[in-house]
């Protein structure tokens, strides 16, 4: 079996999903604690969280490095190297990247000399990723089998607060910024997240909207006025040049998250749409055109005491599991995770469900007066005496599919907009168990990590990564499969 690590002699990650699967269980994970818009007045920083449950320290912050600036607002991460480069055994998983989503800063840390005590490595600062790029708001990192690490980016720095896709490159040595992915000229209107298969030469993006719009909060005008997106754009891989803009048109607003199936030969994903509540199936037509079809449709729900008569799910991650049965999604104002039998693609089939939370519970201000889902408001989820803020947000699941990790912050402007008592009370982390057979979701009672009674103060957890990759991190290759 390949080294989780990626540090010996098959270098990172697996050779293929399958054998990713059969990886040993997660020890400690990393996610970003932000603290922008909350009373802690220091830097945002990166926690190590045990989740061994053989440990005296099972769930539990186990190690926090601080950033070195206030208000970075770090995001998501990614890894300098990962399964794109297995075989490679010069590259080794050892920086995570740590885009900054308000700041347009980039830290590298140190993730290789002591995976439990991480340690900032390098600092690139937003000059240098403006001058190089002509790009803020960096987002999504993947690593490329070149040895690059490609980050997307959605703003314009010569325009500030305009939408603007691209994608920032650094070396992955040195962590200098090395210029554009795209080809000049082939940048888009929007940017957010991607996904790439060398195999059809193909890398699909995707669009949240204007920095000028999301980050302050969101504002309905600004989806009238045009400031988010609703498309899926299609680049040449080897090329760099954007060939298709595929437009959802009000059925696929804020595309956020995109997954192509973890099979490298695989012609087809899955986005989720956040403020349509929708998921769409994108796929390769025989013409070799790039298509997409609605294939769930989550309800809105009508609503008395919110701030609009219908309150959307607002799906905000989505992820598959390694060997493509299932898909996992978070409905963040609604409250609940779902699990999808998606052996069909065209027809997925709903075979799990939980409710973590949310904006319409029934001891809530928000009273719900049409559901063509539910015939009663969920009831508030208590973790011991504390009552869970915020909604399901960030979802990881682990290589072998069983246990999905859940985190509660979006971003914190929309955090305060729409869960303000959770700037007071900081979000948490959750652990579902997964049947894996026929499909449900049960929470795990035993693990519970509240980000609100951290040393500094309440903070906000985010994204979560697995030191050896996991299921949204690894991109896999076909010429790795028999190696």
Avoid at 51 to 79: A, C, F, K, N
């Amino acid at each position: 079996m390949a080294l989780a690590t990626g540090c010996g002699m098959n270098g990172p990650g697996y050779k293929s999903p399958v054998d990713a699967m059969k990886a040993p269980c997660e020890q400690i994970l990393y996610v970003p604690c932000i603290c922008r818009n909350t009373d802690v007045k220091k830097p945002d920083y990166l926690a190590t969280v045990d989740v061994d449950p053989r440990s005296t320290t099972y769930s539990q912050v186990i190690h926090r490095l601080p950033m070195r600036y206030i208000d970075d607002e770090v995001h998501h991460s990614g890894w300098n190297t990962c399964s794109s480069c297995y075989g490679d055994a010069s590259k080794c998983r050892d920086r995570l990247i740590l885009p900054c989503l308000y700041s347009s800063r980039i830290y590298i840390v140190d993730v290789g000399t002591e995976p439990r005590k991480p340690r900032l490595f390098k600092t690139v600062e937003p000059e240098e990723v403006t001058s190089k790029t002509g790009l803020t708001t960096p987002h999504t990192t993947h690593c490329l089998a070149d040895g690059h690490v490609m980050i997307s980016a959605m703003g314009d720095a010569t325009r500030p607060g305009e939408g603007k896709g691209g994608f920032i490159l650094l070396d992955g040595k040195t962590f200098d910024v090395t210029g554009n992915w795209e080809a000049k000229g082939h940048d888009t209107q929007y940017g957010y997240d991607f996904w790439y298969q060398p195999y059809h030469n193909v890398m699909i993006s995707t669009e949240w909207g204007a920095p000028k719009a999301f980050l302050k909060g969101f504002d309905p005008a600004d989806v009238k006025n045009g400031l988010y997106g609703h498309s899926l754009n299609v680049y040449d891989w080897e090329k760099h040049t954007l060939i298709q803009t595929i437009d959802m048109g009000a059925e696929g607003m804020i595309p956020l998250e995109i997954r192509f199936l973890h099979n490298p030969m695989a012609t087809e994903g899955f986005v989720g749409c956040a403020l349509s509540s929708n998921v769409f199936r994108f796929y390769r037509e025989s013409n070799g055109q790039w298509a997409a079809e609605k294939v769930i449709d989550v309800n809105s729900k009508k609503v008395e005491g919110w701030a609009l008569p219908e309150m959307p799910g607002l799906i905000t991650d989505i992820l598959l599991s390694m060997d493509d049965r299932f898909m996992y999604f978070s409905n963040w104002l609604h409250g609940d995770i779902r699990q999808y039998d998606i052996t069909n693609t065209r027809q997925p089939r709903l075979v799990g469900q939980i409710f973590l939370g949310g904006s319409i519970c029934c001891d809530g201000s928000v009273k719900v007066s049409e559901d063509k889902e539910l015939t009663e408001q969920p009831k508030p989820l208590y973790m011991g005496e504390k009552r869970v803020q915020g909604g399901p947000q960030m979802i990881q699941l682990s290589l072998d599919g069983q246990r999905l990790y859940v985190t509660t912050s979006l971003y914190s402007n929309w955090d305060k907009q729409f869960y303000p008592d959770l700037m007071k009370s900081g979000s948490v982390m959750l652990q579902i168990d997964v049947n894996t057979e026929s499909g449900g979701l049960t929470l795990n009672k035993n693990f519970f990590v509240d980000f609100g009674k951290e040393p500094c103060g309440p903070v906000l957890a985010h994204e979560i990564r697995y030191p050896g990759g996991d299921c949204t991190s690894d991109i896999y290759l076909t010429n790795t499969a028999n190696l």
